[in-house]
């Protein structure tokens, strides 16, 4: 038996970063390790460039994640990451993958982890023109 080919994957708990995990490991890499880049403060550095197709691909292949930052709507905090999203996305003039931080992804489940992420305790706080939902507990289900 052939042993798999070893790779790193980019990542930073996001919709985008979890659907290319999830594609290297279907074509028959072993992921290990993830990585996350920091910068020297602490804060991600992060790439863009997500084609509005893979948002439905990332839905499809069985991904789950919640809108946990926003600069355009308060409500949106918590809410599915889904298809009636994704077409309610349409009525605004931005990228429908949050190129320039419209709004950010958590993802809660997919086919490449094997438990679910249930959160809770959650408190929306407004900080410098963006909504966050603090998460500040969370159970493997």
Sequence with gaps: MK?????????SGGKDSSLACYKAMEDGFEVTPLLNLLS??????RS??????????????????????TR????????KFDRTFIAELKEFEFHPSGESGEYH????DGPIFKRRIKVS????????????LD???GELE
């Design 3 to 11: 042993e798999k080919q070893k790779v790193f994957s980019s990542w």
């Design 48 to 69: 863009h460039g997500t084609r509005p197709f893979l948002l439905l691909e990332f839905i499809d292949v069985g991904f789950e994640a919640i809108v946990v930052a």
């Design 135 to 137: 998460i500040k507990a």
């Design 72 to 79: 355009i709507k308060r409500e949106w905090l918590g809410r």
């Design 121 to 132: 305790d959650l408190e929306k706080v407004y900080v410098d023109g963006t909504w966050f």
């Design 105 to 108: 992804t958590f993802v809660t």
């Design 40 to 45: 020297e403060d602490g804060k991600r550095e």
